[in-house]
């Protein structure tokens, strides 16, 4: 069982930067691949980023080039770094843990979300 607090949203104005951190219980965090999701209201789940064990990352179209992931295996942590935020980007975010070792299909464990509001 893997247990995922995320934090650090919060409101913010547009262009401005935030960080994320989803920090995991247990020992063995390294073993997971990691995603970030969103959800804004009246939209469904969306994917926004993931690395895997070996550190390879994948982002969505609208984030790539302003949010990167980056994961510290030693603090059990995975982070989602935001630069230049939008009001599209208003969103709860959650952070998952997958098992897969290559093809990520499916997250087993999922977090309570932090909320980010941007606004102009």
């Known amino acids: 069982q893997v247990q995922l607090v995320e934090s650090g949203g919060g409101l913010v104005q547009a262009g401005v930067s935030l960080r994320l951190s989803c920090e995991a219980s247990g020992r063995t965090f390294v073993r997971y691949a990691m995603g970030w999701f969103r959800q804004a209201p009246g939209k469904e789940r969306e994917f926004v980023a993931s690395i895997r064990t070996g550190g390879s990352t994948d982002y969505a179209d609208s984030v790539k080039g302003r949010f990167t992931i980056s994961r510290d295996n030693a603090k059990n942590t995975v982070y989602l770094q935001m630069n230049s935020l939008k009001p599209d980007d208003t969103a709860v975010y959650y952070c998952?843990?997958?098992?897969?070792?290559?093809?990520?299909?499916?997250?087993?464990?999922w977090g309570q979300g932090t909320q980010v509001t941007v606004f102009t």
């Open positions: 998952a843990a997958s098992r897969a070792v290559g093809l990520i299909t499916a997250y087993d464990y």
